[in-house]
């Protein structure tokens, strides 16, 4: 009991010696004071999906048709709104590509770089209702495990990013994952509206696509700011490149399962359904982006 104590006391030395090497600009925000709220939403969100696939499994799915599109749109805005500050800020700034340091000062483009990345970071929350809208609609097959891990990881991660480096080569994966945003959320809210709108979203195939290049550009750029020694903190770095490898390999899993696999299957005689091929999709459903897999009912 006395070693536990002791290590739980050195970890608490550690943390609070973490949080005086902060960035003092971003320690009043919304909760960014301690990490416990993060760390307490994102395990919430984790509970309640997994309650809620339990209680939706004897209720009828709810349709949530408008509420989806209103919700993509919104997010369509706010992931443009992230997008446009961070390359207004950073060109204003003439920030480089390369190799930018944080710069922590009040400077008022500096300061609209660290808000935009907040509100970054504060998207990643509001993306659990992704997750959550699935649940309620029981398309349980697209609560993934690489979806749930995408959207668990993301928000507790970029709390630290905010903490820390809210400026410098951080832009980089913001702006370019948040352009991205507007996009995949675009498709998603012409996708609820009905299959008359299905003919407008032949690119769907495409996103994945472009999902798995910003993920070798994320960490190429991290790759590269570390071999030249770019005045970043090079933890952050580590970690991107960590996070970009697990991210990457399941994204790969996804896509050779979803396109790959079923165009090998394509001149096969067609079989049953569960998941097995037909004429190069699955029998169940088609393949969505950002690790969805939508399945529908076969008639």
């Known amino acids: 009991m006395e070693l536990v104590v002791d290590k739980w006391n050195g970890f608490q030395e550690f943390y609070q010696g973490c949080l005086e090497k ?6 009043n925000w919304l909760l960014m004071e301690s990490y416990t709220p993060t760390l307490v939403m994102t395990l919430m969100y984790l509970v309640t999906v997994k309650l809620g696939i339990e209680f939706m499994k004897t209720r009828e799915a709810f349709k949530l048709k408008y ?5 993509n749109m919104g997010l369509v ?3 443009f709104h992230i997008f446009f500050e961070l390359i207004t800020a950073t060109t204003r700034r003439n920030y480089s590509y390369t190799c930018q340091p944080v710069d922590y000062s009040d400077n008022p483009d500096e300061m609209r770089i660290a808000k935009a990345l907040w509100w970054y970071y504060f998207s990643k929350c509001l993306e659990f209702l992704d997750t959550i809208f699935f649940v309620l609609r029981k398309k349980n097959n697209q609560v993934s495990f690489l979806h749930v891990y995408h959207h668990a990881t993301m928000f507790p991660i ?8 809210p400026g410098g080569q951080s832009f980089f994966g913001a ?6 945003h507007v996009i995949m959320y675009t498709y998603y809210g012409i996708s609820v509206l009905g299959p008359e709108f299905q003919k407008y979203l032949w690119w769907k195939r495409y996103l994945t696509k472009i999902q798995l290049l910003q993920f070798f550009i994320g960490m190429v750029y991290a790759a590269q700011s570390l071999y030249f020694e770019c005045e970043y903190p090079s933890w952050m770095q580590y970690m991107a490149l960590g996070y970009g ?13 979803a396109y790959i696999m079923p165009n090998k299957t394509r ?4 079989e049953s359904s569960n998941g097995t091929a037909k004429n190069g999709h699955f029998q169940n459903g088609d393949a969505r982006t950002n690790g969805h897999v939508e399945h529908k009912k076969t008639k």
């Open 22 to 27: 902060a960035d003092k600009r971003v320690e």
């Open 245 to 257: 490898i697990t991210i990457i390999s399941l994204f790969m899993n996804f896509y050779i399962r």
């Open 77 to 79: 805005l706010l992931n």
């Open 267 to 270: 001149e096969k005689p067609a």
């Open 67 to 71: 509420t989806l599109f209103i919700y």
């Open 175 to 180: 702006m370019i994952n948040s352009f991205i």
């Open 158 to 165: 970029w709390w630290i990013g905010v903490k820390w480096v």
